[in-house]
């Protein structure tokens, strides 16, 4: 068995005995590859302290506050107000229960961008950060299962034993295998054997996620179908309608607003945040102005069901300047591109701006898309700050900073989306989005590694000792929750959410007492071999 030990590589950061002024923060920022390990949009040290020339640390960490604030409102306002609608009404439209329709849906909804090979977690120019980015994995499925749970707790919720049993056994099995396959000291060369076994690795994960995918959508689709009432139909009636109406649809035009009208029944930031705290909807109105002409909104609780057919028109046109900064190759931006515009002309040749279409689902498809897409983007920019500030000014090790403070904003958002769902009384669907983003966690993690380059003959291993004490912590903590929730009789009660608050607060002083080598790592209380590579 053998571990990187990233104790001893170049990190981004200055002795603290020392002053560090802006010049010597400057000359960090641009010489230190790992500096800009995480930079997505914005290089935040180049630009306060090359540019803007800020005097103190002290200062960078009052604007890293501010725009982790900043990011994190407008996360805030995107998942409550754009994503959670959108998704609802997919919930309402599927022919399956509600579980089974979270489950499919909001794993890969989350990862949209982040798995879509667009972001390079392993660029060979920036170095190897395979370890760095495993150990934010084990990270996030441990942050998704704990707070996710937690929410639950809150509110209380009692799940089916066969589902809740289905679903902790796929994770189990799951996080065993990828322990099993990351522990391993791969050698990867061309034509190695070693190759061939990662290969046939990926395709157990794929294979296996595909076979419990088919599953819940079988599953799902016939207690929904079992559960259905059967209703008489009621006859159409055509005599009303204008001419041609047939042609455009079974809905009848609405004569009671205007375009303009229900245009600012869609644009009204302080109509539509009106469960929000005042000084939050008067600080967003503009931002969701702005935000509210290209991301559409289709939900019951609007007027026409949220229909306006210009602002999907023009979210089809901006949906591809948005993906851009991910990184897509020209070739398949130029499809997106082209696909996108296509549809925007058909829907706007197709549609009539004062009645509802007929398969509305497909345009809260659409604004679930986007939305996420705008909220991977705030999530790597929390990722960025985050990861620059603590690097600069606590010189905590690379992998304890992604275990530890990595994923924030996927798992910010996973929290309101429970609690807006509890909101609205959708108990099944709240299971299924926990369920489901750890379940997509796991099971893509290492085919993620995999396509991403993050196996070659430069970086063969990538397990770290911190990461180790993650992984185990992860066994402990869902396999106890199992045993708590079974013998609550399948109830999330307020008992489980102390419970995982007490074991997290362990886990985290664990890994700190660890990182000031206060004492050894789990995965450390045996001889192993330190191996340092590959990391810069």
């Not at 620059?388 to 010189?395: G, L, M, V």
Request: glycine share 4%; aromatic share 16%.
């Amino acid at each position: 068995m053998e571990f990187i030990d990233l104790s001893t590589v170049t990190r981004c950061s200055l002795p603290q005995k020392l002053f560090r002024n802006a010049n010597q923060t400057c000359a960090l920022a641009r010489s230190t590859h790992s500096c800009g390990s995480f930079v997505f949009l914005i290089n935040y040290l180049d630009v306060f302290f090359c540019q803007f020339k800020l005097p103190t640390i002290s200062i960078y960490g009052v604007i890293s506050a501010f725009l982790l604030m900043v990011h994190f409102s407008l996360l805030f306002m995107l998942t409550k107000y754009f994503f959670v609608p959108n998704l609802v009404t997919l919930i309402e439209f599927a022919p399956m229960t509600m579980f089974g329709i979270t489950f499919l849906i909001f794993g890969p909804s989350i990862f949209v961008s982040y798995y879509n090979s667009a972001w390079m977690i392993c660029d060979p120019q920036r170095g190897s950060l395979s370890p760095l980015q495993f150990a934010k994995m084990v990270g996030d499925i441990l942050r998704y299962f704990v707070i996710g749970l937690m929410v639950l707790s809150m509110q209380g919720y009692r799940a089916e034993g066969v589902t809740l049993w289905s679903c902790m056994t796929f994770i189990l099995t799951g996080m065993g295998y990828l322990y099993i396959v990351t522990k391993k000291s791969y050698q990867i060369k061309l034509m190695d054997t070693d190759l061939n076994l990662v290969k046939f690795r990926v395709t157990v994960f794929l294979y296996t996620f595909s076979l419990v995918l088919l599953l819940i959508v079988v599953v799902s689709h016939a207690t929904f179908q079992r559960s259905l009432v059967k209703g008489t139909s009621k006859p159409e009636n055509y005599l009303d309608m204008d001419s041609g109406d047939e042609i455009l649809g079974k809905y009848q035009k609405q004569k009671v607003f205007t375009r303009r009208q229900l245009w600012l029944k869609m644009v009204n930031g302080y109509d539509n945040m009106k469960d929000s705290h005042v000084v939050y909807k008067v600080l967003m109105v503009p931002i969701f102005f702005a935000v509210s002409n290209f991301f559409p909104v289709i939900s019951k609780d609007r007027f026409l069901i949220g229909w306006n057919k210009y602002i999907n028109c023009l979210c089809l046109i901006v949906l591809p300047l948005i993906c851009l900064p991910h990184g897509f190759k020209a070739v398949s931006w130029l499809i997106m591109l082209l696909v996108c515009w296509a549809l925007s002309i058909l829907a706007f040749i197709s549609t009539h701006s004062l009645r509802r279409p007929d398969n509305v689902w497909i345009f809260a498809f659409l604004g679930l898309i986007i939305s996420s897409v705008a909220m991977n983007l705030l999530s790597r920019e929390i990722e960025n700050v985050t990861w620059q500030y603590i690097s600069i000014q606590f010189d905590v090790k690379p992998d304890v900073t992604a275990l530890m403070y990595f994923g924030l904003g996927e798992m910010f958002s996973e929290a309101v989306v429970v609690r807006c769902l509890q909101q609205r009384k959708m108990w099944d669907a709240t299971f299924g989005v926990v369920m489901s983003i750890v379940t997509y966690a796991i099971f893509l993690a290492f085919p993620l590694l995999f396509y991403q380059g993050c196996f070659n003959s430069s970086s063969s291993i990538i397990t770290t000792a911190s990461t180790e004490t993650g992984i185990h912590f992860i066994f402990l903590i869902v396999s106890t929750s199992l045993l708590h929730i079974s013998m609550s009789g399948y109830e999330f009660r307020i008992s489980l959410f102390y419970y995982l608050l007490v074991l997290t607060v362990i886990y985290v002083t664990l890994q700190w007492m660890i990182h000031y080598d206060w004492m050894l790592s789990l995965a450390t209380l045996h001889k192993v071999k330190l191996i340092n590579k590959g990391f810069i």
